[in-house]
């Protein structure tokens, strides 16, 4: 197709003919660098350092993180290779859920070694989980337990409807008071499908739990009355990925 130069006339005229600005494309915004990843573990003295209320209050700025989406940049492998050639010092141990949507060292932004995780349906305690606490506190070091609950808890719903299901039969059984309590501060009948209740008898559990340790293990009753160590408990919500920590 032939142009003739009138046109390329005219079309010139349109973009330099004067008091035309030529409109400037914006900027590309330059993303700021990545930090650094972070590759350093807990070494015993650093551990040592840590009193309780200060791991405590790591776990909630962690949490924190978490929800906000600034989580910490680790080289994960880094961490690994230290801490095998080093040892491991965590600060805290948790009790959890085995729900995979409440992954402990993720919701607090923790890296290898920095905690102590046990996991099992309803974050209830037994004589294993209570003396691998005993391990991780007295011997290892660690300055806080957080029993960790969680909205929507499957164990709780099951306990509350009466399921039966081979060995899940007996652990259910283990809800039996949370669940008690539940009912009778809220004046139903124990069911999965009341909101109140449910969210109720999931707070009860985890003090519960709390309780239960408190009484099976004169360790860490010691330790907790020395000031040595935090119990403490929460609930993670699994909609807005905040922990509400309970008072008691």
């Known amino acids: 197709m032939k142009v003739s130069t009138a046109s390329l006339w005219i079309a010139a005229s349109v973009v330099f003919s004067p008091g035309c600005t030529p409109r400037a494309e914006p900027l590309a915004e330059t993303a700021p660098p990545a930090p650094a990843p972070v590759r350093t573990v807990l070494d015993a003295t650093a551990q040592q350092a840590l009193t309780p209320e200060q791991v405590l209050t790591e776990l909630k700025a962690g949490n924190q993180r978490f929800v906000d989406g600034n ?116 004046g139903v009948e124990p069911s999965s499908s009341n909101q109140e209740f449910l969210d109720l008898a999931i707070k009860e559990n985890v003090r519960q739990t709390i309780a239960d340790i408190l009484e099976q293990s004169a360790v860490i009753s010691e330790m907790v009355a020395n000031g ?13 990925g905040r922990v509400d920590w309970l008072d008691g």
């Open 71 to 186: 989580l910490t940049h680790r080289d994960y492998m880094a961490q690994a290779e230290a801490t095998a050639a080093g040892g491991q010092f965590p600060k805290a141990t948790i009790l959890g859920c085995v729900d995979s949507r409440v992954p402990p060292e993720i919701i607090f932004d923790q890296g290898i070694g920095d905690v102590f995780v046990g996991r099992v349906a309803g974050n209830v305690e037994d004589v294993n989980l209570v003396g691998s606490m005993e391990f991780a506190t007295k011997v290892a070091g660690s300055k806080v337990i957080l029993i960790l609950g969680h909205t929507a808890c499957g164990a709780i719903k099951g306990a509350a409807d009466g399921v039966e299901l081979g060995n899940l039969t007996e652990l259910l059984n283990d809800f039996d008071e949370p669940i008690a309590r539940a009912s009778g501060a809220t």
């Open 228 to 240: 040595e160590l935090l119990l403490v408990g929460g609930v993670y919500d699994l909609a807005t």
